[in-house]
């Protein structure tokens, strides 16, 4: 190859305009466009009509200067945007962000990946800021990753500094679950993949999903004696749901990562 360029070099001094490839036609196209030619040297070694379309260097025929002159730029993309509020108060809605394309992808770049995420979410109050968190039955539960971002306030004006610790742990061991969990691949919901049959989960309660009178996370079971087959429910995807049994109420939640949830 080496060889081949420095020919190319000798012959581009003797011979100007033999090399004419996409940098002197200013071409540069997207996908397979058969207009998208220059005559010169290709990549292949052979000399005649080369092209300077993204398809070229599938078939093979691009010409020698292309990577150079077409170079792959990846798609850019911002920041995400803060999370929205939930689109409604009360029961199981959704939440998004969204980030903007800084720059489209150009000559066989990476693709731009997705700009919206979605995830499930639940208010506390109406907008008069009445609790409404006692009329939710069975449990609804996320990944316990959601705790980081929610805080006590934005859902539960009840709260005081006084409640800071305020807080438990249910055990569970999960006894059915649907068939929709395990098809979950979204980014923000793939938590879902790793409920099972069988295992035991732990789902933290803390507010504001805890009330702030009783002091209890609606669902949690917490006065079944362990006999009692309890529901629940995955925010973001009504589908997705199941039946569990009480194990155990703990102060702190000690499952695997994968395992841990919160009431929400």
């Given at each position: 190859m080496r060889t081949l360029?420095?020919?190319?070099?000798?012959?581009?001094?003797?011979?100007?305009?033999?090399?004419?490839?996409?940098?002197?036609?200013?071409?540069?196209?997207?996908?397979?466009?058969?207009?998208?030619?220059?005559?010169?040297?290709?990549?292949?070694?052979?000399?005649?009509?080369c092209f300077c379309d993204q398809a070229c260097r599938v078939t093979g025929d691009c010409c020698f200067d292309y990577a150079r002159?077409?170079?792959?730029?990846?798609?850019?993309?911002?920041?995400?945007?803060?999370?929205?509020?939930?689109?409604?108060?009360?029961?199981?809605?959704?939440?998004?962000?969204?980030?903007?394309?800084?720059?489209?992808?150009?000559?066989?770049?990476?693709?731009?990946?997705?700009?919206?995420?979605?995830?499930?979410?639940?208010?506390?109050?109406?907008?008069?800021?009445?609790?409404?968190g006692h009329a939710f039955v069975p449990a609804f539960i996320t990944t316990s990753a959601f705790n980081k971002e929610r805080t006590r306030q934005a859902a539960s004006p009840h709260w005081t500094g006084n409640t800071e610790d305020a807080g438990y742990c249910m055990e569970f061991k999960t006894e059915s679950l649907t068939h929709h969990c395990a098809l979950e691949n979204r980014p923000l919901t793939r938590w879902m993949q790793y409920l099972r049959e069988g295992y035991t989960v732990?789902?933290?309660?803390?507010?504001?999903?805890?009330?702030?009178?009783?002091?209890?996370?609606?669902?949690d079971g917490l006065d079944s004696d362990g006999n009692q087959t309890l529901h629940w429910q995955a925010i973001g995807n009504p589908r997705c749901q199941g039946t569990w049994k009480k194990v155990r109420r703990v102060e702190q939640c000690s499952c695997p990562a994968v395992h841990s949830f919160i009431f929400i």
């Open positions: 360029w420095m020919a190319l070099c000798v012959l581009a001094r003797l011979w100007p305009g033999a090399l004419a490839g996409c940098a002197d036609a200013g071409r540069c196209c997207p996908g397979r466009d058969p207009a998208c030619f220059a005559s010169g040297w290709r990549q292949d070694r052979v000399y005649g009509t002159a077409c170079p792959a730029r990846p798609c850019i993309v911002g920041e995400w945007s803060p999370w929205s509020g939930c689109a409604g108060q009360c029961r199981p809605m959704a939440r998004v962000r969204r980030r903007a394309v800084q720059q489209e992808p150009q000559n066989g770049g990476a693709p731009c990946p997705a700009l919206e995420e979605r995830a499930g979410c639940l208010e506390y109050a109406t907008p008069q800021g009445q609790d409404c732990c789902v933290d309660c803390q507010p504001p999903a805890m009330n702030s009178v009783s002091l209890r996370c609606s669902g």
